[in-house]
């Protein structure tokens, strides 16, 4: 199958204006300090221009309120809006609302999807997504959070951090052990919960190194959170009881293309920053560009943000082919191979500045400490780059040792092809 990432010209008309409207309109926000209440007075004509554009929550098909452009043109999208952490909150795709959207488009009912997903498309409502727990790091089978059906409804108990957004949610999706007994992959579901219910207490927001400087009241944050008998209504189960582990990687795999892809966009702004760096900066009698420390930055910088590129896209491609549970490989390796690069890049971006790329005045510090994290994102690297050496490692047999030493291989071969040894001697 010949891999195809072409787009149409009338899409490609929607990327220029993208690229444009990103970095003409949205760019120039991160040089303000602004409130949440003034933020969201800028950016609501901002948004307007988006759904006059048909961009709004692309993510999703056009029946349940986004534009249906697949993974591809959805992964060339996140490129351009990977540039400022502004842009994909004004183009309606922002996180966890856009995977939270599609978990709800995936496996809610219709009344799920008419109280809470049609409000979040149209940015009415936040979500939240709650699987973190502190003892359970990256592996979901240990998570303790329990939901216990009474009745009408289930009752929740646990502990939850690094909940994204939980803190200015209006609901929380929470993963919690329905079925302690059941296979490890069929133990938990996915609940609804209105942020405002009884016993969920919003601890805090955890202080994480990616902390922004400017505008910081407009992170998302990172809620812990606790659910004390937190009672919930049982038609809030998001499809049937044990789906969760399913739900989450149906949401968890095109989630990781849409970061990898932004990845790729805050790697070519840093990318760009280095090489206007390099031909403007002149030091020890010529400039920048011309030290091959330097030009070996570029070259590496340029090699590896492309092959970053074309694994990403593949993946999408390969999602858009056969779905994300037989893109396993490709979104595992984008996801360690892209978080290294855009690491790289930023770190070479801010050497070449020296003092000024190490300051605050320029985004570079924050891109740096944010990369981090990308690391650690949606499952830690070398989660996905064991996933990817086990699954490759399936294509393969065991051999036994050959007991023969090699002159008798060589021998056996000699035999095999001794009449066209012997025909090559003779033309010599």
């Known amino acids: 199958m010949a891999w195809d ?193 009884a016993g969920v207490e919003i601890l805090r927001d955890i202080p994480t190194l990616d902390h922004a400087p400017l505008g910081a009241d407009l992170d998302s944050g990172h809620a812990e959170i606790r659910y004390r008998d937190v009672r919930v209504p049982a038609e809030n189960l998001i499809g049937e009881p044990g789906d969760g582990f399913r739900l989450a990687q149906q949401r968890l795999g095109p989630g990781r293309i849409h970061h990898a892809m932004r990845w790729l966009g805050q790697s070519r702004r840093a990318f760009d920053m280095l090489c206007e760096r390099a031909v ?12 091959q420390m330097v030009q070996e930055w570029v070259a590496m910088s340029a090699a590896e943000m492309r092959a970053a590129r074309l694994l990403t896209l593949h993946a999408a491609w390969t999602m858009d082919q056969v779905g994300a549970s037989r893109a396993r490989v490709e979104i595992g390796m984008i996801k360690y191979w892209g978080a290294r690069v855009l690491h790289d890049v930023i770190d070479r971006a801010i050497q070449v500045h020296g003092s000024l790329g190490f300051s605050a005045d320029l985004p570079l510090e924050y891109m740096y400490r944010a990369a981090r994290g990308a690391r650690m994102l949606d499952g830690p690297d070398e989660v996905h780059k064991v996933t990817v050496a086990r699954r490759i490692l399936r294509g393969y047999t065991p051999r036994e040792v050959p007991t023969e030493h090699v002159p008798t291989r060589a021998a056996a071969a000699r035999e095999k092809f001794a009449a066209y040894l012997d025909a090559a001697v003779a033309d010599a």
């Open 5 to 197: 990432f072409s787009t149409e010209p009338e899409f490609e008309t929607k990327l220029t204006w993208m690229r444009e409207f990103v970095r003409d309109e949205i760019i120039p926000l991160e040089t303000l300090d602004l409130d949440r209440a003034t933020f969201a007075r800028i950016t609501a004509p901002l948004k307007e221009q988006v759904r006059e554009q048909g961009l709004w929550a692309a993510h999703l098909p056009p029946e349940l309120g986004g534009s249906g452009f697949g993974q591809v043109r959805l992964g060339l999208m996140h490129e351009i809006l990977g540039q400022c952490r502004f842009a994909p909150g004004i183009f309606g795709n922002q996180a966890p609302d856009a995977g939270n959207a599609e978990l709800l488009a995936i496996g809610g009912s219709p009344e799920q999807q008419e109280r809470w997903m049609h409000p979040l498309l149209r940015g009415e409502l936040r979500s939240c997504f709650s699987m973190t727990e502190p003892g359970a790091g990256s592996d979901p089978t240990l998570l303790a959070t329990t939901a216990v059906r009474d009745g009408d409804e289930y009752v929740l108990n646990g502990h939850k951090w690094f909940s994204t957004n939980g803190s200015h949610a209006d609901f929380l999706i929470v993963m919690a052990v329905t079925d302690p007994e059941a296979p490890p992959a069929r133990r938990a579901s996915m609940l609804i919960v209105p942020t405002g219910t």
């Open 280 to 291: 403007s900066r002149h030091t020890h009698g010529s400039a920048l560009a011309d030290k």
